[in-house]
């Protein structure tokens, strides 16, 4: 049998990275992408090769709409060269960033480079990449536990991720005459670069995520990659239209 291939979006650290090796470990092929931070992305490429499967990074930034139809076609091209098939499997829009400011002070040039990236960037590359998934294929989208409860200084961060929540059910009643199905995945705070690295580094604000999750600690990338390949997997093809929370029970 052929390997499955997943394009993972924000492959080369965090939480992109983690997914990406979890398949990688279940015999899944992959593209990742790097706005970047190309050495890491090669580093992870490296890393799934050795796991077995066929693995490419390729530069992208969310935030530039106008590059996606460029984008798409470097796809084409790989998935012609690499594995010579017209299409792949999963898309996992993943890649983000964080801004942590209170509403009174969120400015519109921070609210426009979320948007760009959070929503617009995951509405226009699916979108742009649509014709290029498999007939019974997956996407997942990464919300956060953000949309559930509610931090002081995530506002317009987590307004966007309501956006992709609402937009991921529209996703999939209008992609399931064509066997996709699209799941949310919402970690909640989880150790990895995002925010500058503040979940991880800040000794104060990790005990009191901590002190808040049922589980007693805070999330870290392997709590996560496994759930995105989970629902990847066959066992969970029937899991459609959901949003699936990882947080360790944060604010229960
Ligand atoms: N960590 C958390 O606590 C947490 C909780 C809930 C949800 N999330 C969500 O999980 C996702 C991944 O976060 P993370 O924690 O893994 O973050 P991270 O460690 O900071 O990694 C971010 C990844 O996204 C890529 N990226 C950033 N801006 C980009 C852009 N404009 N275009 C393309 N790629 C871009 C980065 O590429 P380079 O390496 O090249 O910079 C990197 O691969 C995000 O959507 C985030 O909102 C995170």
Request: glycine share 10%; no cysteine.
């Amino acid at each position: 049998m052929t390997n499955k291939i997943a394009i993972i979006t924000g492959g080369s650290r965090g939480l992109g990275k983690n997914t990406a090796l979890k398949l990688a470990s279940q015999g899944v092929d992959l593209i990742i992408t790097y706005r970047s931070k190309k050495e890491d992305a090669d580093a992870v490429v490296a890393e799934a090769e050795s796991l077995g499967v066929k693995a490419n990074a390729v530069q992208l930034d969310v935030a530039e709409s106008k590059t996606f139809s460029a984008f798409a076609t470097t796809v084409k091209d790989l998935l012609s060269n690499t594995w010579q098939r017209e299409n792949f499997d999963f898309l996992v829009n993943n890649a983000g960033i964080g801004i942590n400011t209170p509403f009174a002070q969120t400015t519109e040039e921070q609210f426009d480079q979320l948007v760009n990236i959070q929503f617009k960037g995951v509405f226009f590359l699916t979108q742009t990449l649509l014709p290029l998934i498999a007939d019974g294929g997956r996407i997942i989208n990464i919300s956060t536990g953000l949309t559930r409860f509610s931090f002081p200084g995530y506002a317009a961060y987590a307004s966007m991720k309501g956006a992709i929540e609402v937009l991921s059910k529209y996703l999939a009643k209008e992609l399931g005459a064509r066997g996709i199905a699209v799941n949310v995945v919402a970690p909640g705070a989880i150790e990895t670069d995002f925010g500058g690295g503040v979940v991880r580094d800040n000794e104060q604000l990790n005990n009191h995520i901590a002190s808040i999750t049922a589980l007693g600690r805070v999330g870290v990338p392997d709590d996560i990659g496994g759930v995105i390949a989970s629902l990847l997997s066959e066992d969970n093809r029937w899991i459609n239209a959901q949003r699936i929370e990882a947080s360790g029970g944060m604010m229960l």
